[in-house]
């Protein structure tokens, strides 16, 4: 069975267990940009983290604007990862999702800039 729920674009019962799994056990840099984004604190938009989209699970998704935050750690560095990374978005682009990318030593050295990068974003697509 898959969720008939729009913003979940046909996300299945595994995919929730594996969500609710990650959110128990976020990375140190996911907890800091959930405190930069949850309570509507970027232009009163509404983020979700570990956010089941169709077969993956987005970091943070923010379903009014079609905007998915990733928060990569070093491993995104290897080829073969990078590769997985790409045809990931492209799967998630289709759903008419964006995805904006920050790897966590930017979460921690400039939080303000990646706030600045979102709202850019958000500006130029909703506002």
């Keep these: 069975m898959h969720s008939k729920i729009p ?9 929730f267990k594996n969500a609710k799994l990650l959110r128990k056990n976020s990375t140190s ?4 940009f959930w405190q930069m984004a949850r309570n509507r604190k970027i232009l009163g938009l509404k983020f979700r983290r570990q956010h089941p989209l169709n077969y993956f699970i987005a970091d943070f998704y ?7 935050i990733e928060i990569d750690g070093s491993i995104h560095d290897l080829e073969e990862v ?15 999702i ?13 939080p303000d800039t990646i706030v600045k990068r979102i709202e850019t974003y ?3 697509k909703i506002l």
């Design 29 to 32: 840099a996911e907890d800091l």
């Design 82 to 96: 990078k590769q997985r990374d790409k045809q990931r978005e492209a799967i998630i682009n289709e759903l008419g």
């Design 62 to 68: 923010c379903h009014e604007a079609l905007l998915v």
């Design 7 to 15: 913003q979940y674009h046909g996300a299945t019962p595994s995919t």
């Design 98 to 110: 964006t995805v904006i990318r920050c790897t966590n030593d930017e979460v921690f050295t400039e």
């Design 122 to 124: 958000l500006q130029n």
